[in-house]
């Protein structure tokens, strides 16, 4: 039995600015609960920041939940005995995915996020695999028996790795994306019927892989609405004008939905992520054939130009101000970790979607891959919920898309060239010849290689 | 979207003075649904019966829920656009049952319950399955959407003929078995800490067939539940005194939980059903080798003379007194059923143990067959919760019973008897001789063939 | 127990002039089978003309295997207790195959085969599933415990409607394609080695899907021709002179290998089918971009008007020769009919490559779908041989086009327009709009509306 | 490529004066083959007597296969670089043989070989489990790639235990039971039609684990096998007289098909082992009973007296002679050794029945246990054949045994006590009380200590 007043929480990637800062501002509002959160990051003092930053919050008399927060050098340290591990990092830095998102455009590629799978993707889970083999080696050696979640990107990758290298492990992946899908339902409940809905009470059936899940059924109280979802999109045949009512990431340009209702009207299944995502996953000449196609489709390739001089300098701007005295600002984070912690304390049984093992949850897709399916939290347990099969011209799209995670998961871990060439190769968007593909990677793998333990065996193991 | 103040509930076995009675007292306290149930019976009285109780408790002033009640001579004028089908009839008579329970012990074979395995199982479901045949083509053609609940037994038998003839059905079996062993965990708070817990505050994870079901997690809130059990085992070494503290069925003699705390100490898992139950699922010579042997375990073998006389008298009382005038006292039923409705209506998610067809929840049993497990019930849906692999000790006792019940439901919807009889020479407790088993079958065979449609197919197809 | 001196075998198709031929010819060489072939075709008088040629082949006495050939006007005639069926149609004629491979150009989309795959594979494939369903259920009706083999394309679609609407038949396909990876291994062992091989010692490992089948083993006595094949391709940067030594069908240009040996520098498997069929099931930016890249990789589009005025053409020439009394000059066939035909009678066991329901053979592959891999034959019996997991890159190409085939042949029973579109749109060669598609489709389906008992149902149906 | 004339194979139990005779003759029957034979075991005596007479065999003049035998007294010298490696040991001594066998009569639990199930085979499986998990990391070691063949019971724990400790291990279990069961059908042929059949003239359809096998197709030439096989079993209702013509082993009594014929009139299906092995298989009251009943069945009960006294009395005294100089007489063994070996180098492929992982070969068993199928021998390659469905009664019985063989397998790993007695105790003829079955288990535990490395862990890990 866990003492719910002294519980420890690791944090991997403590120095975060985004999701550090909301476990921080939930923990706060949730009086339930205390405890230690040990803050590791390879940016020591960009935990120690958090340090102050937390312990500043915590010792306000207006908060209720009074959690002590220490940076650590040393993984281990911050591991050791931990009941939850939280893991948000940044795999490598903005130059290594300048290179990802970027340099394929020579090739005619282009990228909206970077961040999942594609040429970007692929080469981003080639230097992320081996630092969640080392996450992984150290839950196992400091607390096997925590909960570990993560909310970094390539999402399924990070996951995967970590169940590959340690099978015990009790983890599961974490994305708001699909909040976005059902907001978007509380938008259309309220434009044609009036009806102001709370995104918690849309009920939905969730499957797929991270960034391209779908739901085949969703209700609010007795109403169904996918009959409606399906007048909404011929009601809006260029998109709504801006899916993300409160928006929680500043783009340059939001999305309008475009994409999504265009899928709507290919498969007649209503695609759970954002537009940007969603490109991503489809053949090269879908969306993202050029730059035209892509301001056509109503959404923007975000730069990371953008991310390094809007996005980041907003955040460390906001953490200056909080080092130098401004009072933290508590919010509505929509966020859920609290609501999870507190779940598989036995504090309250809970069910949202999460990424985790197939254990066929989704029947025709292979067992062990890393799904998007709903699951049920109850005291120390996270099982999944049966979502049915995936229907046939949705996991025509789906299953190249594991096999290259899979493939890129067995290459990280061994640094087989062939094998992660193979899935670049093969990848949806990869309109380009063989020669230029073997081209593209090869600088591509060259740009990333400070973090790639397994460079050398990439080279060599090349295949003549 | 259906209108929640004009449902239609269909009622198969109108006539049960039991789940029926249930099923009117539970509608009565709900305010928010009315509509109207369609009384079916192959007595036609005991339908009406139903149609005067219940119609004059809706009369009531003080009735919250009202529903108008209404018997119905044919089967397709009750089920006709209903939304949801409840089910619970006696498959043929005790006359029958009389045969399936006793004649088995001229050959020294025992059975404390003897409706769902083992010889009378077998027979009992022989005659079971061409009825369940018929209700799955009436669903078919009057309400192939409606939501379908079983309480009959063989429970597993009867949910497997609806899916086997009707493969789109909506179909559930509820068993109150589990319920149990989550009071027996009640008491034990109560004995061991002092803790009063309600029985739906405990939270377990369970996977089985019907009655030979299995639990390998519980909480309540934050105590895990599963070491006190075990601690609780030791202390009883010869059980607790009376494991159903309010029993809703007045036995003879109530066991005290021996056979399930034997099991716990063979297997080091709980067993979640009543002692009678789980005894007819091992091996003959465990625990119904001899009265003796079923003495010395603390249960009884429930004759069906004491469910003529007993049992059933005393509900023909009570329905005579109800039909004189005597007004119908409201109580806590703790069954689900108002609950189900609900939940499936979209007006409360909620999660609780089902049987219905494996679809991985249990991986390492066959997919189809029907099992019991955790489901999550929402808006129109009800999905099976993984429940994770059975042990392997377990799944050894449980897939011949599965074997068992796959043959009995084919030999029935064909009339094959060597399938038949194979599960029948094969069931756990024969423990005669081939040409006593033979001759056994044969006999009880006869017994039962007024409710036997293929009776002359299985004599035909016997083999020389 | 057959009697093997009065065998019947059906012949579907049994006007043909390519496969009917070729079994005559294999038949008339064998002596220890006899009995009669009767042959149907829409085409009455082509069987007829079959008719004559066999029965002057048989009464020759230089002829050991002697067989009555009779056309038959009706199916059924031809089907009622056949031992053997054999199909080989066109299905529709090359006014729609016209359509079929030549529209599509208009949208910038070749295709090399135009029979199997992608627009052309589809539309044939719509039209063909209705004449396969006629023919399962007229083989459920006349002789449901025949072996039947089917030669006609789509192979992989025919097979499994054969099987989607009849499940207990006991049909495979048989396709010549893999032996031409054979005969390429042959030449090589003669080149590097002057080794003088024999085709059908030969032995190899196989998976995939008919026309996409790939080998991952392969040895000549105790030679490993694997590390072989990988030197050859390196030897051989452009390809072989010509793929085919005795081309069995004179294509206006033969494919030099390239697509194959492009396939193995990337994914290090050998691809096991002509280069034109392989092309195919690439994404459509590989080898069929335009006709330049085509030309590059050294293989040809093959004309529909090249079938009509050449081959075709041809085949009717000989055919009247053979009518006006010419000897039909006997042949080594290369193909494995009398030998399957002997094997199944009990006669000689025998392992070669079929197309046949995946029972595991395949695990990553779904269970069900019909994939090519080894079987073995013996009496009365074709066992498939375990092929192990198919490379991850490769199931990603392979996945979707398994989805596009169930999909349409699901379409083709019930005339599900968003189903069959769904495959179209989604294809891998698809490089243009949703939209264009959509016009493409509506064209190519108008096109051959003849065949297609559902074409109102089609256009019904259709989404709004 | 292996140069065949070069080969090395490694024999652990190279002092085996049974199978590794049987080897010495076969290797000198075979002229296409040479190399050396390396010999280990741990009566390195034996193993020596081995090498002096397989010498002696190898320099007569009238020897076409010449092999160097080679004794060594460590198992990495025998195995370093060997091609194959075949296993026969007895793993403990008639000692703790006779514990096994005859300590349950005590309890009333008769055994009638006592290697592969049951309380015997549980114990004798504990103590083989550690030796196979060193012989499995040897090979790792010393030869990766090499083929083993093992012929040691428990014949499915011992392969079981190999792939468990060694995945990629290319290892199968070679049991000729099976051809048993062919020689009966060649006696009936010759019986009921004159015909003289040789026994690999028969062709069948094999399922089941080791010594629980079943044939559902059989066929001689273009004859069907079973029905004929269905008369035979009605026309001798007390069993043949003798099954085994040529008795490779010369029992007290031999069986006479009894048990076989009542397993075909419970199952319709041939059951494809001897009487003595299949009783073991079958609930405690069937065939072992009692010493009546066993009589009655007219099998026997095979003392390890009789073991020692007679059986190996014979093979010392026959080692003797051939050690003082008498010639090695060549016979004709009726093993597949050496046309295995000649397959695997792709001189020759074959099919014939083998113990190995299910791959899906028979689809309703559980992946990855060892069963009994037909496999495909070609060059550097044993593919299973798929073998269908086992029947639904058949599995009843089977999956227990499985059960059982996965905990054992688990347990001698681990020294899992509970585990271990869990499988005990649920054996199915374990006809004692749950009291008993733990005297017994622990006096049988005791009685083997010796061989059980865990034997303090066992103790230790007992739940209290």
Chains 1, 2, 3, 4 share one sequence.
């Not at 394929?104 to 909206?112: A, K, N, R, T, V």
């Not at 007649?268 to 969603?278: E, K, S």
Request: aromatic share 12%; proline share 4%.
């Amino acid at each position: 039995m866990k003492n719910i007043k002294d519980l420890k929480i690791a944090y991997i990637g403590g120095g975060s600015k985004a999701w550090a800062r909301t476990l921080m501002n939930d923990l706060a509002k949730e009086e339930q609960l205390a405890g230690t959160v040990l803050l590791y990051d390879i940016d020591y003092v960009a935990a120690k920041d958090n340090e102050t930053i937390g312990n500043a919050l915590s010792s306000r008399e207006d908060i209720k939940g009074k959690w002590k927060y220490v940076a650590k050098e040393k993984i281990d340290d911050a591991l050791r005995g931990a009941d939850f591990v939280f893991i948000s990092i940044l795999p490598g830095t903005f130059k290594e995915m300048e290179s990802d998102v970027h340099l394929p455009e020579e090739y005619g590629i282009y990228q909206s996020v970077g961040d999942t799978c594609g040429p970007a993707g692929i080469i981003r889970s080639l230097r992320t695999v081996p630092m969640y083999e080392d996450f992984a080696l150290a839950i196992k050696r400091c607390c096997p028996n925590a909960w570990v979640v993560n909310f970094t990107n390539p999402m399924t990758v990070c996951v995967r790795t970590l169940y590959k290298v340690f099978p015990e492990i009790k983890a599961i992946g974490c994305c708001h994306e699909v909040f976005g899908t059902k907001r978007l339902m509380v938008r259309m409940l309220k434009e044609k019927y009036g009806i102001q809905a709370q995104r918690d009470d849309i009920k939905i059936n969730v499957f797929g892989v991270n960034h391209f899940t779908w739901v085949n059924e969703a209700h609010f109280k007795d109403m169904d609405l996918v009959p409606m979802y399906a007048e909404y999109v011929e009601e809006h045949p260029n998109g709504t004008e801006e899916e993300w009512e409160d928006n929680w990431i500043h783009l340059p340009d939001a999305n309008n939905a475009q994409v999504k209702f265009d899928l709507y009207r290919r498969y007649n299944i209503i695609a759970a992520a954002g537009d940007r995502h969603l490109a991503e996953f489809c053949p090269g000449n879908w969306y993202l054939k050029d730059k035209e196609t892509v301001t056509k489709f109503g959404f923007t390739l975000t730069t990371v130009k953008w991310r390094t001089d809007v996005f980041t300098k907003e955040k460390e701007d906001k953490t200056k101000e909080l080092l130098e005295g401004k009072p933290f600002e508590l919010y509505e984070s929509g966020e859920e970790m609290v609501a999870q912690i507190k779940a598989l304390l036995g504090l309250g049984d809970f069910v949202t979607n999460v990424n985790m093992p197939n254990n066929g949850q989704i029947p025709n897709l292979p067992n062990d891959v890393v799904v998007e399916t709903n699951a049920y939290f109850s005291g120390d347990s996270i099982k999944p919920i049966f979502a049915g099969e995936m229907p046939k011209q949705i996991s025509g799209l789906t299953l190249p898309i594991i096999a290259e995670q899979e493939a890129v998961v067995q290459a990280g871990l061994t640094g087989d060239y062939d094998l992660a060439f193979g899935a670049f190769v093969n990848s949806p968007n990869m309109t380009t010849s063989l020669d230029n593909a073997r081209e593209m990677f090869d600088r591509m793998l060259y740009n990333t290689r400070k973090y790639l333990p397994f460079y050398d065996e990439y080279i060599a193991n090349k295949k003549k």
